[in-house]
């Protein structure tokens, strides 16, 4: 496809793009932000329970994005044998989003333990596909965003992230009291209908994040060793003390 082969690195990113490509970053962390906070913490929950939830699926929801995190093992692999960051995360993302559709569409299922598994497999999918996206995105950021203003794009960026999703956690909240009053008994309704903005605003970032140029990986030659990849971090003195 045409547009898969338009997310290979680029040989050269100019001053222009680099403006052009830290704005597109900005607005895929805003997005991102809203997406986040539309369909995970009290929202899920909420969700969650309106669908007849115990305490363990409660909480089996809750170990998920911690769970799948070990997903960026396979994930480091794979981005460095195919060395494209882009690419990766585009796809990878583009594969999650959908998932958000299918917990909304859980709602609509006449059984509740049926709709739950839905919102708990679409649930894990989402945050399998996500660990390789972070995985790609944070090589890919290191070498794109240059490192004499990483501290202040980024704390910037994190300062808009957070008045966004303060704005629509209390929007959502709002939308969630005002649809149960009008339809008392049918609160998981309102959920979905957050899920669905979360898609939306979701794939709003998807479009921005293809949009960032990515550099050519500086990484090196010949057949790669997961056993290496692993090792080399702890050969670094700050980062054992890190640990």
């Known amino acids: 496809m045409g547009w898969i082969s338009q997310l290979a690195p ?34 899920l929950v909420a969700y969650a329970i309106s669908l007849g ?7 089996l929801l809750a170990a998920v994005p911690h769970v799948t995190q070990l997903a960026q093992i396979p994930a480091v692999y794979l981005v460095e044998r195919l060395r494209q960051r882009r690419k990766v995360a585009v796809l990878a993302a583009a594969a999650a989003r959908p998932m958000l559709l299918l917990m909304a569409v859980a709602a609509l299922l006449p059984q ?7 919102l708990m497999v679409c649930f894990t999918l989402r945050y399998l596909f996500g660990a390789v996206v ?3 995105w944070q090589s890919w950021m290191r070498d794109f965003v240059p490192h004499r203003v990483m501290g202040r794009f980024y704390a910037n960026r ?11 956690s209390l929007s959502a909240a709002a939308f969630v009291d005002i ?13 979905a ?9 979701g794939m709003a970032s998807v479009f921005c994040m293809a949009k960032v140029p990515e550099p050519r990986a500086k990484l090196q030659t010949g ?7 692993f090792r080399a971090p702890f050969r670094d003195r700050n980062f054992r003390r890190l640990i």
């Open 10 to 43: 680029s040989p050269q990113v100019s001053r222009h793009d680099l403006r052009a490509g830290l704005r597109w970053v900005v607005q895929n962390g805003i997005y991102s932000q809203v997406m986040e906070t539309l369909s995970v913490g009290v929202f």
């Open 112 to 118: 509740p333990e049926p709709a739950l598994w839905v």
């Open 193 to 201: 209908i957050l899920l669905l903005f979360a898609f939306l605003f």
């Open 223 to 229: 057949q790669v060793s997961l056993v290496e990849l």
């Open 134 to 136: 972070s995985c790609s």
């Open 53 to 59: 939830a115990s305490n363990f699926q409660i909480g």
């Open 158 to 168: 994190l300062l808009l992230m957070a008045v966004a999703g303060t704005v629509f």
């Open 179 to 191: 649809w149960n009053e009008g339809f008392p008994g049918r609160e998981r309704y309102a959920y």
